[in-house]
């Protein structure tokens, strides 16, 4: 759990420039409340440093959970909110954001004033683009009931940019990397195997086609595999995977004579 420092640029646009923890522990039903002398100490420490930014909300994560707040995070965002309406609680699971997708979000409760009169506390005029589908989980939780999520984007700088689009940027020398040898080779072994089982399954597909009608062939392997494609498909991919490895093999042989 931590505090995020920024700025509110106008009522639905919050400018995050910089957080940091505080000394909070948090348990799967409670977490405890913030330190205010720590709070008060951190603010004045990073004025000396030049951030003079002021708190916008806090962040916590809920490890394998999912983005939604819990009713001890409501009543946290209350206290936040009284202090400015415009505070935003934003949750970040790191457990599911290891598959390569960050998966965080942001949050800001519906009065209930405006609850009681169905009042949108948003005001949109045109949701292309802005709409993400919440989960099923999020929605239990009171998605859209006591609290709407709010939209994330990152601001990179030019240099950030070329880094992230380099990070997995291949090159021309790629297509040379050599493979380890026994990994290919039972690679190669369990696609053999799987051609010869598409291969009867195919054989077994052609006989029955010949005793079929035209009207029983138009729905007999509706939604179901198509063994023939599938074994063009393995073959053209061990070959090319096969010519590569041969190639580059011959090539380091000859390079490093």
């Known amino acids: 759990m931590g505090l995020m420092l920024g700025e ?3 009522e639905f646009t ?3 420039i910089d957080v940091f923890a505080m000394p909070q522990s948090g348990t799967g039903v409670s977490v405890e409340a913030v330190d205010d002398v720590f709070q008060t100490r951190m603010m004045d420490m990073l004025k000396q440093t030049g951030r003079d930014q002021t708190v916008v909300g806090w962040y916590h994560s809920h490890p394998g959970f999912g983005c939604w707040l819990s009713s001890v995070d409501v009543n946290t965002q209350q206290s936040f909110e009284q202090l ?12 599911q954001s290891v598959k390569g997708k960050v998966v ?4 800001r409760l519906i009065s209930t004033n405006q609850a009681m009169r169905g009042q949108e506390p948003r005001q949109t005029t045109s949701n292309l683009g802005h709409l993400n589908k919440p989960s099923i989980q999020a929605l239990i939780h009171g998605l859209n009931r006591h609290y709407y999520s709010i939209n994330i984007d990152y601001k990179k ?3 950030e940019e070329n880094m992230l689009l380099n990070l997995h940027k291949s090159t021309w020398a790629s297509g040379l990397e050599i493979k380890d040898y026994s990994k290919h080779d039972s690679e190669n072994l369990q696609a053999v195997q799987q051609m010869v089982k598409l291969a009867e399954q195919y054989t077994d597909r052609v006989k029955e086609e010949q005793e079929l009608t035209k009207e029983q062939l138009k729905t007999r ?3 179901k595999q198509d063994p023939k494609k599938h074994l063009e498909e393995n073959v053209s991919a ?3 995977e096969n010519i590569v490895s041969l190639l580059a093999g011959n090539i380091d042989s ?3 004579r």
């Open 238 to 240: 061990r070959m090319e």
């Open 157 to 159: 700088t030019p240099l």
């Open 84 to 95: 400015d309406s415009r505070s935003v609680a934003v949750v970040i699971d790191p457990i």
């Open 14 to 16: 919050v400018h995050v």
């Open 104 to 107: 965080i979000d942001a949050f």
């Open 254 to 256: 000859i390079s490093f």
């Open 221 to 223: 392997y509706v939604g």
């Open 8 to 10: 509110f640029v106008d």
